[in-house]
């Protein structure tokens, strides 16, 4: 069927030969050992990463005759393991309140992303606030409303145009009178203006850190899945900006299957918090490494 020719399965099948998935067909040579780079590479894993998970599949299997399902699990287990050491849910500390620096480029799902994480601690039995940290965006302020409506969570807001970390600092008071568990700060993600953003972020943490030199305690940076390649160099840019302690990947529910994530995972090394698998309030997922595995090879 077509649709197997895109996918995993198809391509898979394509590089041992078709036929029975568990029968032993084609001999693992140079030839194929390339094509699967090529796979993982198409896959947004990254040169680095495909060329050596395709030296580990070899491993043992080189010369040997190998059926489709061998090489699919051994794929999917070689993934796995990548992954499992940066599938950590967000941390919460017994601070009060922990604040969760929201960082990345517009449109990358900032906003969603804290409204979904603010629905989840509510749940927990945590009190949160939220801080609309891109002033310059009234269209964000107003989604963040939505969002802090939605989760029953108050968001503290400043005129357009005005200083976010004059905000910050104001939503931190806040917080802490009222002893909050949680302040989540959304903010700018205009990285045309890079000199501009990064002197912003600095200044959002200069003056967090006048309330409490420990905030902020997280700073997630989101990434949109369907940007492929883009990702890594977002983490590079943004690690320049601000301390990125940890990553939640976006839009995963959608056609990307999120390759990307295993070149984040093997060059940064950054946990991944969470994954975004839709746009509704409940559409945020622990990172289930092997379940991602299972579905980036098909
Ligand atoms: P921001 O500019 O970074 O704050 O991004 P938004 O939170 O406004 O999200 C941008 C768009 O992506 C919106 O249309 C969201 O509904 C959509 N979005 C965010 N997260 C997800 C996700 O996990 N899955 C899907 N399908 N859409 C998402």
Not at 31 to 48: N, P
Not at 201 to 219: F, G, Q, S, Y
Request: charged residues 25%; hydrophobic residues 45%.
């Amino acid at each position: 069927p077509a649709a197997e020719e895109e996918g995993g399965p198809g391509l898979l099948a394509r590089l041992v030969g078709r036929g029975e998935a568990a029968a032993p067909r084609r001999v693992l040579d140079d030839e194929m050992l390339e094509s699967l780079e090529e796979l993982l590479i198409t896959a947004d894993m990254g040169v680095d990463t495909s060329v050596r998970v395709a030296a580990n599949l070899a491993e043992g299997r080189y010369g040997r005759r190998v059926s489709t399902r061998e090489i699919k699990e051994a794929l999917a287990a070689e993934i796995a393991a990548i992954m499992e050491p940066v599938a950590r849910p967000l941390p919460l500390y017994p601070v009060t309140p922990q604040v969760v620096l929201v960082v990345g480029v517009n449109g990358s799902g900032k906003t969603t992303t804290i409204g979904k994480l603010a629905s989840q601690f509510r749940a927990a039995g945590k009190s949160v606030v939220i801080a609309a940290g891109d002033t310059f965006r009234a269209a964000a302020v107003e989604q963040l409303q939505i969002w802090g409506e939605r989760a029953g969570v108050p968001v503290l807001t400043a005129p357009e145009g005005s200083d976010p970390a004059s905000l910050a600092f104001d939503a931190l008071t806040k917080a802490q009178a009222e002893g909050a568990d949680l302040l989540m700060i959304d903010t700018a993600g205009r990285l045309q203006n890079r000199a501009d953003l990064m002197e912003e972020l600095a200044k959002i943490v200069r003056v967090l850190k006048k309330k409490d030199p420990e905030a902020p305690h997280n700073t997630l940076l989101v990434l949109d899945a369907t940007t492929g390649q883009n990702a890594i160099s977002q983490v590079k840019t943004f690690r320049q900006m601000a301390d990125v302690s940890g990553l939640v990947m976006t839009k995963l529910d959608g056609t990307a299957k999120g390759g990307v994530l295993v070149a984040l995972a093997d060059t940064f090394g950054l946990p991944i918090h969470a994954i975004g698998v839709g746009e509704q309030i409940d559409d945020l997922a622990p990172f289930d490494p092997e379940e991602f595995a299972a579905a980036l090879v098909g």
